[in-house]
């Protein structure tokens, strides 16, 4: 069944995703939320590298490899990010970004 | 030529220095009296060693081939700024160098001496005795110099000297007055005298004295041929280096800031004021005689005329003022008027010198006897508290010994023989008779009137009729007395000294002699107004308020000093206060501070809307960078494609 499956379907799952992505991360006002957003893009890209790989490149590995780049990427910055929400919760006790503009001019 | 025996004689202004710095750092912890004896200690030795200095330089070892030599005792070099430009600090001895060091320091020890008790009860003692130092340290630094340069470093470190004597008693807001008063008008005319040392330097490439005073020298004749709004550029750098000798001798009319600058103490007065610094000016054009002689003979004739209107002018004044050191500060406008004058008709070769001469032997008796008078006055002063002619009076029988002394000092100046005055003005009189008839006859005036103002003050002062003191005017100690016996006997007896022996133009001895024809009439005159003053004020009467009522508007020009001080303030708080000053201070306000602000302003303006970016709403930014990656993504697509 999977062989049905051709290069379009990926690309048309990966866009999706990346837009549910950006679009989650520019309205959901919830820092988790908008860090969940940035997994969904992060994952749009690994589904299209995958699906290069596999579909013109079969014999080389560069595009599974790289996809695993992206995970241990992103889990480390999900580490890095969820640090900074605690420290910014027990600072101003919110977690909603529209409140978190201690950056303005 | 360099010669290394005279090289002691660096430490002639260096000891007065360090007398400077030890008074001046330690005064405050230091008993006044003790100050005051450091002080005078130092010059004591500084005084030995330039009375050695002339003995072994006019008696000893001078002299070469029967001219006397310039010698270089000490030469070191200071700033290099090219090969070329390169200014150099040295000790310069010639005939008018070493007659200058020993009236600086003889009157300077004398005015040392008598301020001991002069200014005993006065604040400010220690730090008087080290303004003292550093003035005779820069004076003497003056006329060492070796080249132009390093006399205008001391030029104007005499100037600050006298400004803060002046504004010794900086409390009293007259004193102040005075004291910027008399360093604004010689600033401003010592910026004539660096565009004048900057343009002769250039022209002459050489800062250095023996270079530009040497008759066979090229320094002479560069320059001469460069023609500027008809003279001779020579010509201009000697104007405008004259114009700081006018400012520093109180030339008219520059002459204002001399007669305010008797606000400072009077033993000031008399060593500042009257005998050194004013006569700084007439020692600058005397250093630099070859030059003017060879190479701008039309400036020396300029000169010659300025001076002799300054004396007469200065001593139609000195006849009318009633502030005794006034009068006294007028008399000496007017006596080195007669020595500018002096070298104004002086030529170079032989006896031709002599009025060069004859103003050299002016300035020295000068220096002693109106530091006399200058020091009496100051006896006199302490004895009545005041400085009005009127309200003293029959003084004779109170102060003796000040009276012989004032005595001596007039008839000296009046040019009575045999006292010093009758010797000098003789040659300077004759050297004018011999070159320009109107200079003679306006100085043989001039010898007249100063006769009659100064006989006017003694008999004002002395005889009179004596006023209600309010305690019983008494005799100055005999510090203040020592000085007094000291400079009358120099006044009385410093004409016997045949000047024309020593200072010469060209440095070779001439013989003179006294002119009977000129003396004989100028005795004459001398007598003459001895005798009208000796009428008129020797007694008190009303005869002299009646002729200067008949007089009317020139008594009263004369009596408010043709008001040059009222031409000046309204030059300067009405033409260039409200016509340069203000339009600049208006352009400054308005222009340029505007300019500045706008600037200012428009940036604020731009940063206020455009800040309004930065808002720190995070998904703002990510909203902004998702549509602009978008569009860019789009135009790039749609340009791919076609």
Known sequence: MIDKIGIEQFMILSTLMFFIGVYGFLVRKNLITMLMSVELILNAVNINFVAFNKFYYPQNLQGHFFAMFVIAIAATEVAVAIAIIISLYRKIRTIDVEEVDEMKY | MITESYSYTVAIPLVLFFSFLLIGLAGGKLKPIVSGVFGTFFLLVSTVLSYYTAYSYFFVDGKLNGAYQKLIAYDSLWLTFTDKLQIHMGVLLDPISVVMLVVITTVSLMVHIYSLSYMKDETGFSRYYSFLSLFTFSMLGLVMASNIFQIYIFWELVGLSSYLLIGHYYERPSAVAASKKAFIVTRFADMGFLVGILLLSSFTGTFDFLKLTDPNGSALTQGSAISFLGL??????????????????????????????????????????????????????????????????????????????????????????????????????????????????????????LGYTASMFHLFTHAMFKALLFLCAGAVIHAVHTNELWEMGGLKKFLPVTNIAFLIGCLAIAGIPPLSGFFSKDEILTAAYEKDKILFYVQFLVAGMTAFYMFRLYFGIFWNKERDYHSKPHEAPFTMLFSLIFLSIAAAVSGFIPFSEFVTPDLKPFESHIHWSIAIPAIAIAVIGVTLASVLYRKDSDLPDKISISLGGLYKAAHRKFYIDEIYMFITKNVIFNYISAPIAWFDRNIIDNTMNGIAAITNFISVKIRGFQSGQLQQYAYVMVSGLIIIVLVALYFMNN
């Not at chain 2, 005689?289 to 039309?298: K, L, N, W």
């Not at chain 2, 005329?305 to 406008?333: E, H, M, N, P």
């Not at chain 2, 500018?340 to 008709?345: E, H, K, P």
Request: proline share 4%; with cysteine.
């Open chain 2, 232 to 353: 001779s550029v020579m010509t201009w750098s000697l104007l405008l280096i004259f114009t700081g000798a006018a400012g520093k001798s109180a030339m008219f009319p520059l002459h204002i800031w001399l007669p305010d600058a008797m606000e400072g103490p009077t033993p000031v007065s008399a060593l500042i004021h009257a005998a050194t610094m004013v006569v700084a000016g007439v020692y600058l054009v005397a250093r630099l005689f070859t030059i003017y002689v060879f190479a701008a003979p039309d400036a020396l004739i300029f000169i010659g005329y300025i001076g002799t209107f300054t004396s007469l002018f200065a001593a139609v004044i000195a006849c009318t003022q009633t502030d005794i050191k006034r009068v006294l500060a007028f008399s000496t406008i007017s006596q080195i008027g007669l020595m500018m004058g002096g070298l104004g008709v002086s030529g170079y070769a032989g006896a031709e010198g």
